[in-house]
């Protein structure tokens, strides 16, 4: 018996996630994680939490589950950190967690150029009606092209970015190169530099933005300042050819005004890759409007990024499990 | 007294295939028209008034049985910067010029170039598919795209409208090779951070997403074959704006089901729409759309003025702004 390996093999920490499959970790990127955790799936957990929950020191965080519930984090007397996936933490009670002597964690920057290339897909598919253009390459019933499947000039148009932060930045400059004149609204301004640098212009009152925007983008936090930020008032002040963007929260967006001002022509169209809740009820209104795109919160999902976050949250969780500086903890403000 | 309008020959107002009310009225301020239903009721009639033929969208076609129809005609005004769909030589033989509408196109087209590019990388189809079916219960955490910033992008034909994808492409930080006949400027280059690759070879298997942004001519007809597809990544998206016939369409089915490549966007095909039952069109890694590379209300409107200005000149018999001389 080899001590050595046997040892250096007990001596991994145990962490606890939701599952490996299409709904959880896939498998492909579970080999970054066994580098330092032994895992155990939720399921498995609760066939024996007496057993198992002393063990475990973090739970490994992914599109919300296991869900940090005070039940589950009153059965792991052992845990140091909730490791998020992503950089949205509005699903966490950081509060209470930290109260706990839990450490939470998240993983921004790492995803910030995936979801900056999602917000310009969905802007350049609404705008050109890729998906309407290919409903109608492939359908059947297609006999000859239509002239009439007109849609919106992207280039020289106005950009409206309502937060300014590391991907609504990372916007700006891809959207540089479409000659858009770009408005911004923050809660604070950025520097002029920074600003210079993209071309941004600030909008202090968001309703100016809001009025002058041929595409208007929300990339901020879920808090409760942003939540229903974008309801019927900003709605009606948007123009009736402008298309809202959504890659922040669905919370974000007063989702039953939307439907109306889409229904009404008060805007033109919305692409969304979140919606409250994900998925939307299958008889829900904005599944069936023809000037919504959706997509099911894909903002970060390539392999390559998917590999980045799923390193920075395990790096994380090992920095908390070893007593060490949290590279990105969410600390209390 | 107002001068009586010239006489145009159009495709047809309104309709799926007809020009918008608002582009027609820009070609009535300067022309008489007659659609193309109405003057087959009477060529003779028409025939002799007419002397700009406005060709939209291919239509009406400038065949040679048409154009011995149009003695007077001395203009064929074409919307969009492609003429591989017009015999100039031919044209020019009746005594009629031949004019298209560059520039103007360059914008929208690239703009859908990215459009496509970003569309394929990231799912968007099938997120959207997935997000709207009724049988849809979960969030789905295995529709996995490729990264689109710092990628390579590989740009076959960098004219007008390549270039224009290269400058979109900047933002993105992508590494942008090309191949063109001639090479560019080192400032052109340098202003875009693009490579020059002499072979075509080394662009096919060194790019993350091959563009092409070439005119259809003899040299690039069939362009992109068996071998060309082999040369490039598994990972690899094939993005096509120009032609369908630059594509050799076989070769890129076979290329698709057998994971050669990763996947293919395409604004055009040959012909246009496809066949009903052709094997592209059911594809899961193929992304379609009906050619509408340069459909904006903006574009369009830009492109109609240009046509129209092309087409008084040819009438007066000034000098055409975007006359086309055979090669």
Request: glycine content about 8%; overall charge negative.
């Amino acid at each position: 018996m080899n001590i050595g390996t046997q040892t250096m093999a007990e001596d991994k920490p145990w962490a606890l996630i939701s599952e490996v499959s299409e709904q959880g970790f896939i498998e492909e990127i579970t080999d970054i994680i066994k580098q330092h955790f032994h895992i155990i799936c939720l399921r498995d957990f609760l066939q024996n939490p007496q057993q198992h929950g002393p063990k475990i020191q973090a739970i490994l965080m992914w599109n919300t589950y296991p869900a940090a519930e005070p039940s589950l984090l009153s059965s792991l007397p052992s845990l140091k950190v909730v490791a998020n996936g992503g950089v949205g933490i509005d699903h966490l009670d950081v509060p209470y967690i930290t109260s706990l002597g839990v450490k939470v964690a998240n993983t921004p920057g790492v995803v910030s150029d995936a979801t900056a290339d999602m917000a310009m897909g969905l802007l350049l598919a609404s705008a050109r009606k890729i998906v309407e253009g290919h409903q109608i390459a492939v359908d059947p019933k297609t006999t000859s092209i239509p002239q009439s499947l007109m849609g919106v000039e992207v280039t020289g148009s106005t950009l409206g970015i309502i937060g300014l932060g590391h991907i609504g930045y990372k916007i700006a400059q891809r959207s540089k190169g479409f000659d858009m004149k770009i408005l911004y609204h923050n809660r604070h301004r950025r520097s002029v530099e920074d600003e210079q640098s993209v071309g941004a212009s600030y909008c202090e009152n968001m309703d100016d933005l809001l009025r002058e925007s041929d595409f208007v983008v929300l990339v901020v936090n879920l808090s409760p300042e942003t939540k229903g930020l974008i309801s019927h008032r900003e709605l009606s002040l948007m123009k009736p050819t402008a298309t809202l963007i959504n890659v922040s929260r669905g919370l974000v967006v007063d989702q039953d005004a939307l439907v109306k001002a889409l229904r009404s022509g008060e805007i033109r169209a919305a692409a969304l890759d979140v919606t409250h809740p994900e998925p939307l009820p299958r008889d829900h209104p904005l599944l069936s409007l023809p000037n919504v795109l959706i997509t099911p919160h894909v903002g970060t999902y390539t392999y390559a990024t998917t590999r980045r976050m799923v390193q920075c949250m395990v790096d994380n969780a090992v920095a908390a499990v070893n007593g060490l500086p949290v590279p990105n903890e969410v600390k209390l403000k | 007294m107002e001068e009586e309008k010239p006489w145009a020959l159009i495709s047809e107002v309104g309709g799926p295939h007809g020009y918008l009310e608002e582009l027609a009225d820009i070609v009535k301020q300067h022309f008489q028209i007659v659609c193309y239903k109405d003057f087959l009721q009477n060529p003779v009639l028409y025939g002799s008034k007419i002397q700009a033929l406005l060709n939209w969208k291919y239509c009406p076609a400038a065949k040679p049985w048409l154009l011995k129809l149009l003695p007077c005609l001395k203009v064929v005004a074409s919307g969009g910067v492609g003429i591989d769909h017009l015999d100039v030589p031919f044209i020019n033989s009746l005594g009629a010029k031949v004019a298209n509408t560059p520039g103007v196109v360059s914008d929208a087209t690239a703009d859908l170039a990215m459009g496509l590019l970003l569309a394929s990388a990231r799912n968007i189809l099938e997120g959207h598919q997935i997000a709207t079916d009724p049988k849809t219960v979960h969030i789905p955490q295995n529709l996995m795209g490729v990264e689109v910033t710092r990628a390579t992008l590989g740009i076959i034909g960098m004219g007008e409208i390549g270039y224009k994808i290269a400058q979109r492409s900047k933002g993105f930080e992508m590494k942008v090779m090309y191949h063109k006949r001639t090479r560019r400027s080192t400032k052109d280059e340098q202003a875009v951070g693009a490579s020059y690759c002499e072979n075509l070879d080394d662009l096919l298997r060194c790019s993350d997403f091959v563009m092409i942004a070439v005119n259809l001519t003899s040299e690039t007809s069939g362009l992109i074959g068996h071998r060309e597809l082999s040369l490039m990544k598994p990972t690899a998206t094939l993005i096509n704006i120009s032609r369908g016939l630059i594509v050799n369409q076989d070769a890129l089915l076979e290329a698709l089901q057998s994971g050669t490549i990763r996947a293919a966007a395409l604004d055009v095909t040959h012909p246009e729409p496809l066949p009903r039952d052709h094997p592209l069109l059911e594809l899961p890694n193929v992304l379609i759309t009906p050619h509408i590379g340069i459909s904006t209300i903006t574009t369009a409107r830009g492109m109609v003025k240009k046509m129209v200005e092309n087409a008084l000149a040819g009438v007066k018999g000034l000098p055409v702004p975007n006359e086309v001389h055979p090669h």
